[in-house]
């Protein structure tokens, strides 16, 4: 069964695994979600990113970053920009997501990038989501 949005399904499952409690999820492995999930990493909204082999097929192991009470540190994780309704974003307007406090996701020709690193390099993309 072929999956219309890859990231939609990514940022379900993260969301899904930090309201049921859980400290890690898997997911399908892809170039895409792979670059995504690197981007979290390094903005600290996940602890660790690992590619795993499940019955011969590829797929990435999630765990989640944790506050003292075992509660995952994302509020929010959304989808922006969609298959039906691509929404791309010029350099010089990239939105700040909660006055600095979030990050967006950006998919550009140097790779999937923060909002931060978008407006330092001075590169738009394709505006994936949001996350804080």
Known sequence: MTMTDPIADLFTRIRN???AGHARTDIPHSTVKDAVCD???????????????VEGRKRLRLYLSCDGDGKSIIERI???????????????EIPRVLRGMGVGLYSTPQGVLTDRECRDRNVGGEYLGRIW
């Open 78 to 92: 959304e989808r922006v920009s969609k298959p039906g309704c691509r929404v791309y974003v010029r350099a010089r």
């Open 17 to 19: 695994a930090g309201l």
């Open 39 to 53: 981007v979290l990493v390094r903005e600290g909204y996940l602890k660790e990113k690992q590619s795993t082999d």
